[in-house]
């Protein structure tokens, strides 16, 4: 399986820009994908591939990789992108899939 | 309207077997990979399963040789059997549409998920 590891928790003042990590030997060969998800909530994706946003995702995020690891950026975090967020990436393999272990972010 | 409703969840008692249904309706089960997630209560998110648009398969190493994805492409619903279950495999289970690239698998599309929990 695909081993991804993240930061358990980070902070942004609110309008301030965080950036989220994602670290794992799949992500040299393959992009991450990011979700976001509120409590009780089924997650939403809101990057894939190189940085590609789905429809309704603000521009406001947007996705990067360099070598093993993949980020998240946030630039002018609103109170209302607080939320667990996860990445996922296909494994070496290619065929198994797997996900981070998750980043609570909090806009103060 | 694009949505995926997954039913079947409930209380089953380790070793008992259960079957999730996930319903789709705005596009075709059969011509896309689908994808099982679960997230046991306060954890984070872990991929169970994937069925390829071909019919090929594939299992995290955690439920292998326990659960089974299938889907009645005539239904256009996605199922997984799940076998000997475990205290472990109590989760809310999502099922999810999987967009995959040569380069990223990516899930656009989530149902609301149901809870499965395992006690005696």
């Known amino acids: 399986s695909s081993e991804l590891t993240q930061d358990p928790a980070v902070s942004v003042a609110l309008g301030q820009t965080v950036r989220i990590t994602c670290q794992g030997d799949?992500?040299?060969?393959?992009?991450a994908s990011w979700y976001q998800q509120k409590p009780g909530q089924a997650p939403v994706l809101v990057i894939y591939?190189?940085?590609n946003r789905p429809s309704g995702i603000p521009d406001r995020f947007s996705g990067s990789s360099s070598g093993n690891t993949a980020s998240l950026t946030i630039t002018g975090a609103q109170a209302e992108d607080e939320a667990d967020y996860y990445c996922?990436?296909?494994?070496?393999?290619?065929?198994?899939?797997?996900f981070g272990t998750g980043t609570k972010v909090t806009v103060l | 309207e694009v949505q995926l409703v997954e039913t079947g969840g409930g209380l089953i008692q380790p070793g008992g077997s259960l079957r999730l249904s996930c319903a789709a309706s705005?596009?075709?089960?059969?011509?896309?990979?689908m994808s099982w997630v679960r997230q046991a209560p306060g954890k984070g998110l872990e991929w169970v399963s994937v069925?390829?648009?071909?019919?090929?398969?594939y299992y995290a190493d955690s439920v292998k040789g326990r659960f089974t994805i299938s889907r009645d492409n005539s239904k256009n619903t996605l199922y997984l059997q799940m076998n000997s279950l475990r205290a472990e495999d109590t989760a809310v289970y999502y099922c999810?549409?999987?967009?995959?690239?040569?380069?990223?698998?990516?899930?656009?599309?989530w149902g609301q998920g149901t809870m499965v929990t395992v006690s005696s």
């Open positions: 999810a549409r999987a967009l995959y690239s040569s380069g990223s698998a990516a899930f656009d599309i």
């Open positions: 705005g596009f075709t089960v059969s011509s896309n990979y």
């Open positions: 069925i390829y648009s071909g019919g090929s398969t």
């Open positions: 799949s992500l040299r060969s393959y992009y």
């Open positions: 591939g190189k940085n």
């Open positions: 996922n990436s296909r494994d070496s393999s290619g065929n198994h899939l797997g």
